[in-house]
């Protein structure tokens, strides 16, 4: 089991890939942390793999900030970080139908935790030695073909948290924390539609193969089916 003796905190463990992301982690041996907004289901699913209960809204500042408290706390050094948990409320929204207090919303669930709950974690990361961050993504943010002219509100905040990840991956590379973004692909989830082409277990291998990088691993990088994909 390849990280045994670890820590991983994964995001948004109530629905979507994030349960079958933290069941993974728990198969190689992680304790994790399964974080959701509402206690119940981040409970059930911490008791399932002997893991710890995380809790906290990453929409809003004291949200990220309390869930960093409980995840340092549970974990003086932090192994993995799974940045799982995204909304996307307006689904195929065109320019003319954007409204401004759900794309600030989209914005700070899908980018501005990303960032700060990495940043509010650092210490613990650092303290790891060999620190693991990896962001869902999609690719509905992908510049590498045309991009669409629907869901400005969901494909801005991918292709913003895409950014986030290349930046944020060169100013730790010195401090042993590789940082990658991926794209789980269509996913049979309630953002993906019963019409998806993968299932939850599916769309998380990526997660857990960016999770257990060799030290020497890729950073700054973005995959898909474990093999790295243009921005």
Partial sequence: MRLSGKTALV????RGIGPAIARALAAEGARVLCHARHEAPARALAEELGGVTVVGDLSTEQGVATIAEQAAAAAP????LVHNAAINPRGQESIDEVERAIFEEVMRVNVLAPLFLTQALLEPLRAAGSARVVVVSSGAGQFAGPL???GMSYRVSKASVNAVTAVAAAALRDDGILVNTMNPGWVKTDMGGPGAELTPEQGADTAVFLATLADDGPSGRFFYERREIDW
Avoid: E, R, Y
């Fill in 11 to 14: 995001t948004g463990t109530s």
């Fill in 148 to 150: 669409p002219g629907d």
């Fill in 77 to 80: 050094q932090l192994h993995v």
